[in-house]
């Protein structure tokens, strides 16, 4: 990324560079989650946080990055904000054919509260109510395979 510096890379790809942080699961305490982002990039003249997650497959001609893939970015935003003491402003979401860069925005923010906050029920074994259609499914991990709502 121009104008920016590694602080943290999920593995050493290679040449370990000074002062970049590798392979530590990051964590944030208020949403008690934690992951590793791919990278995380520093803004040299401002200071701006910037994870970087990438992707192997492919957006295709579609308008909008995978759900699922917008929720670990967001994710990854609340971690690196309690890591890092300051707010990404903006991530990069990278697939193999496309890049979104992505705003960290109140609106995503409040639905990674959600979703985790579903998750957690889900856990403890409460249901919801599925809202199946091809547009939200057919990135969907449990796509036939666990899913009762999508042919198996």
Not at 121 to 133: N, S, T, Y
């Amino acid at each position: 990324m121009p104008f920016c510096r590694m602080i943290y890379s999920d593995s050493k790809a290679g040449a370990e560079k000074e002062n970049v942080e590798y392979g530590t699961i990051l964590k944030c305490s208020k949403l008690d989650i934690q992951g590793k982002p791919d990278f995380v990039f520093e803004s040299k003249v401002f200071k701006h946080i910037v994870p970087v997650e990438i992707k192997s497959g492919t957006i295709k001609d579609e308008a909008f990055p995978h759900e699922g893939d917008m929720m670990q970015l967001a994710a990854y935003f609340a971690i690196a904000e309690e890591e890092y003491g300051t707010r990404p402003k903006y991530g990069r979401l990278i697939y193999s054919d496309y890049m979104f860069d992505i705003k960290n925005t109140a609106k995503l923010r409040r639905q990674l509260e959600e979703t985790v906050s579903q998750m957690r029920l889900m856990l403890d074994g409460q249901k919801f109510e599925i809202e199946a259609d091809y547009v939200k499914c057919r990135y969907c991990v449990c796509r036939k395979t666990v899913c009762e709502f999508c042919e198996k």
